[in-house]
């Protein structure tokens, strides 16, 4: 298995832009999550999806987030509009239903200037 | 009520010495704490884990143990090598939840 895949890798964009992000979960795998990563925060949770549905977003940090996941094998966060303190790791990972263990991507490095 | 402090956020030691990082968490209903452990450029991997019902769990060079009275638990990397140099996060979640309340990391590094 590929493992999480996410894209773009890294993206830097100015103030104002919208952007999005894409995460593929691991086949099979029914919960799908969205984690932010910064020095000053540490690793913050901001959605999960279980099965397509959200089912905590309390994470979100404003309305200018917004995620969606379609269909089973891809999931989207998008910030519209993005600011200079969006910048940050943004990671995505799945895991199985019986099985605790999360798995990440490689993470997407995000710079809003 | 649902943190998770870790500490110390840094750590420097030497090769084949002992790194220890430390965990303290509030909510009882935890029954899940995992390890995680990311390097730089890379995304967190699962390294070790322990259930509330075991004092201790052991795989290789990496030990967890568990005081579940004081409600902390610790990561002890035996022989410390200069491969473990990483982020290492504690965690924690509960009654089959899959939401994780992570730490807030410790950076180790292992200087030979």
Redesign the interface.
């Known amino acids: 298995d590929a493992g ?1 895949i996410q894209s773009p890798r890294h993206e830097v964009t100015e103030m104002g832009q919208e952007v999005t992000l894409r995460c593929k979960p691991i086949s099979g795998h029914d ?1 799908l ?1 969205w984690y932010r990563q910064t020095m000053m925060r ?2 913050e ?1 901001l959605i ?1 999806f ?1 099965n397509n549905v959200p ?2 977003d309390s994470g979100m940090p404003e309305d200018r987030f917004s995620a969606k996941m379609p269909n089973a094998s891809f999931s989207t966060l998008k910030i519209q509009p993005s600011e200079p303190r969006d910048s940050a790791v943004y ?1 995505c ?1 799945s ?1 199985l ?1 019986t099985v ?8 997407t490095r995000l710079t809003v200037l | 009520q649902q943190q998770v402090k870790q500490s110390p956020q840094s750590l420097i030691v030497q090769k084949g010495g002992i790194s220890i990082i430390n965990c303290a968490y509030e909510n009882t209903a935890f029954d899940y704490f995992p390890w995680y452990q990311q390097f730089p450029g890379k995304g967190p991997a699962l390294l070790i884990a322990i259930r509330p019902d075991v004092s201790e769990k052991k795989e290789g060079r990496f030990t967890i143990s568990f005081n579940k009275s004081a409600k902390q638990f610790s990561l002890h990397i035996m022989d410390s090598q200069p491969g473990d140099s990483a982020t290492y996060f504690c965690a924690a979640n509960s009654g089959g939840y899959q939401k994780v309340t992570f730490g807030t990391g410790t950076k180790l590094q292992v200087i030979p």
């Open positions: 999480v919960y999550f540490g690793l949770l999960y279980n089912i905590d990671f990972a895991s239903p605790n263990e999360q798995f990440f991507g490689p993470g």
